[in-house]
């Protein structure tokens, strides 16, 4: 009975937060889009010309601002190469990988496809599916985003930025310290979109500290 509550009551909330409302005038696939659009406007990321790397795409919300931002004259300017493990639905002018970011074969189409043209932007709102056991999410947690952060230290120009999806909690601040020990600076981000009650953060790292080791 109680999970039935809990359902109805997220379906109300779902039918009546404004973003959902405002995504689907705007066109958007999810309400996440709004969580973007705030982080890249306040920290000046994402611009015509860029070559942003979109890690947990599906169902493409971000691909699709990230595709707005880099339209110029009703043409892309930059590239755009998203992947997953979910299919998605095709975005004009966005690559796309089918595929689970943790396995080297994925990772190794996705290094290929970039054919060593170096990235400005690394997005990634990607986590885990969670079991609810703290101490096992928790290490679900660190390990995506730490996956997102060795490719965007391996493919990154030296100044610039990615974006990641990380929750409050255990393992929180070993995540804040290994952004540090990459970045010269890192910002954590709560946008106005992100439910209040949702323990979800992003990280934002800029400046790769090794950018002169590779």
């Keep these: 009975m109680g999970k039935k509550k809990t359902s109805k009551a997220w379906v109300h909330q779902?039918?009546?937060?404004?973003?959902?409302?405002?995504?689907?005038?705007?066109?958007?696939?999810?309400?996440?889009?709004?969580?973007?659009?705030?982080?890249?406007?306040?920290?000046?990321?994402?611009?015509?010309?860029?070559?942003?790397?979109?890690?947990?795409?599906?169902?493409?919300?971000?691909?699709?601002?990230?595709?707005?931002?880099?339209?110029?004259?009703?043409?892309?300017?930059?590239?755009?190469?998203?992947?997953?493990?979910?299919?998605?639905?095709?975005?004009?002018?966005?690559?796309?990988?089918?595929?689970?970011?943790?396995?080297?074969?994925?990772?190794?189409?996705?290094?290929?496809?970039?054919?060593?043209?170096?990235?400005?932007l690394v997005i990634s709102d990607m986590a885990p599916n969670l079991s609810g056991v703290a101490a096992a999410d928790s290490a679900r947690i660190e390990h995506v985003v730490e996956l997102a952060l060795d490719f965007a230290n391996n493919h990154l120009k030296p100044n610039g930025a990615l974006i990641v999806k990380a929750f409050h909690g255990s393992g929180y601040s070993q995540l804040v310290k290994s952004?540090?020990?990459?970045?010269?600076q890192v910002t954590p981000r709560k946008p106005k979109s992100s439910r209040d009650r949702s323990a979800e953060t992003f990280l934002v790292g800029r400046q790769l500290k090794n950018a002169s080791l590779r």
């Design 14 to 120: 779902h039918i009546n937060d404004p973003y959902v409302k405002l995504a689907q005038q705007k066109g958007y696939r999810a309400r996440a889009a709004f969580k973007l659009l705030e982080i890249i406007e306040t920290e000046k990321l994402l611009h015509p010309g860029n070559v942003v790397v979109d890690l947990g795409a599906a169902p493409g919300s971000w691909s699709q601002v990230a595709r707005e931002r880099l339209m110029q004259n009703g043409q892309i300017n930059g590239r755009i190469v998203a992947l997953d493990m979910l299919p998605m639905e095709p975005i004009e002018g966005v690559e796309f990988i089918l595929g689970d970011f943790r396995e080297d074969a994925v990772l190794n189409q996705l290094k290929n496809l970039l054919d060593g043209q170096s990235v400005d």
């Design 179 to 184: 952004f540090k020990e990459h970045f010269h």
